[in-house]
């Protein structure tokens, strides 16, 4: 019976397994996208950081006169482009950029309503990011860009028209205009996603009169980051697969535990009765005693035989008897569960329950209240011989082991008491006693 309580504990801890496979899948899927996302995180704010570091240098740097910069606001963007002065910011952005990923540096400011040349037509909403009529309330007073190279492939070799050189103030903008306070943010545009560090731009009285705009080219990063993306994902499904794999392995070890589980409990049971039968009753009658022994408790064993049940079945038939059986093992198996105890066929007609941590009175109580359920049974049939199976003889033993006690012991005693309770006209039950002599004796 050892085997069968560790094929239930086995069956127990499997299932907890799978529930354990399945919370490590999910962590590892979890764990993953947190540390990707905080790979992201860590990138993003390390590059507008940095974009935001160059704004500022650049912004404290760089000066401009009041009336050098009502004449920049005067200028086409092609003009602007050949002025003096945005050349000298366009050369000293340039070295910059020569060691880094930053594509564009840029002066913002803002436009008065006077000031405003264009507004966002049909067709420009996704180029400005605004719907149609918005106006184009910023100006790049100032821009400089990587190459020469790059204002070709930006226009397509086209060059720039005056209008590009106008955009809609976003709120991060605006944003920095109010608090004084450098920002970053990621956007993405016609020319690319970038990832722009602003600083406030001030005149010679302190006074915020635009940003300074870093724009770095997110492009090469956002490769990088795919790249660990991949192994991310390739890590967790190789995982997964692992894991997967696992548990398909234990099903199986499962499966083959289970029908070797059905089969060592199809060995303990009793094919008629569906009780245990002798084999399985006494590897666990062995397995308590050991308990009690050890844990210095009662143990109560009770040996049952049918009373008559030869001449019942001799006159109604093997059907009739099986039948019966079947019943009076039902009422055993029941009252065996209601106390914490198991029953068993122990051959024949005869049976018996095990009763751990049950002391002599109580395990008396049970022994009448089975004589009681048994006769309620009504298993009675009329015959010549005027046979009556309604009723069975009990044997009752009840002690603490000691080192000597041994299940031979336990179910000797039993039988003795049996012995007893047939002797004095069945159909009730006797307790071993330690002056009961023994059956040799009585006899004699």
Known sequence: MAKLLSLKINKYYKKHFVFLMVLWIISLFLLSTYSFRKLTLDVRNELGNKAMIVAIDIAERFDIQENDLNRLLSLEFNQLLKNPINVEFEEEARAVMDYSDIKYIYLLVPL???????????????????PVGTSLDVIYLLDAVESYETRMKDTDGNWYRDKDRYSVAGSEYKKVLESGQPVYKISSDRWGTFITGYAPYYDANG????????????????????????IILGFVVSNIAIGILAIFLMLSVRKSDKQAYEKSILSCTDDLTLIL???????????????SYLGKKYISLLLIDVDYFKEYNDAFGHLAGDAALRRIAMVLENRAKEYGGFSGRYGGDE?????PDTCEKKAKEVAENILDDI???????????GVICNT????????????????????????????????????????????VLNKSEQDS
């Not at 006769?375 to 011989?385: D, G, H, Q």
């Not at 069975?392 to 082991?401: M, Q, T």
């Not at 039993?414 to 006693?433: C, E, F, P």
């Open 277 to 291: 039968n002798r084999r399985g009753f006494l590897e666990i009658l062995n397995e308590e005693l050991q308990k």
């Open 112 to 130: 008065k309503e006077s000031q405003i040349k264009y507004k966002v037509e049909e067709g420009e909403e996704t180029i400005f990011d605004a």
């Open 375 to 385: 006769a309620k049974l009504n298993i009675e049939k009329e015959s010549s011989f």
């Open 351 to 355: 049976f018996s329950i095990l009763l």
């Open 207 to 230: 006074n915020v009169i635009g940003l300074i705009g870093v724009d770095i080219l997110l492009d090469n990063y956002i490769y990088s980051v795919r790249k660990y993306l991949f």
């Open 392 to 435: 069975v003889s009990i044997g009752v033993i009840s002690l603490i082991p000691n080192s000597e006690t041994t299940i031979e012991t336990l179910i000797d005693y039993a039988d003795t008491a049996l012995y007893k309770s047939k002797r004095y006209g069945r159909n009730r039950v006797h307790v071993w006693k330690k002056n």
